[in-house]
């Protein structure tokens, strides 16, 4: 199914990774004092699994609700 029919359904396929988050065991091995909470972390998941799909997200790394600069290597 083309990747247009997929926004027009509201369909997004994402890969997700929330980062360092600021856990007690987190903590045992690393300073995690500026990281996120696991509920701070989860509102950008949640964000991104419940608002609209934006075209403009596909392909992309997104952080925070913005798309970061990036290219594969070669």
Known sequence: MPRSQDAERGILLAAVCPGMMNTPT??????????????????ALLDL???????QHHGQLIRDGEVLPWAPER
């Open 26 to 43: 987190s903590a045992l091995w690393w300073d995690v004092s500026t990281a996120p909470t696991p509920a701070q972390a989860a509102v």
């Open 49 to 55: 699994a419940l608002d609209p799909v934006d075209p």
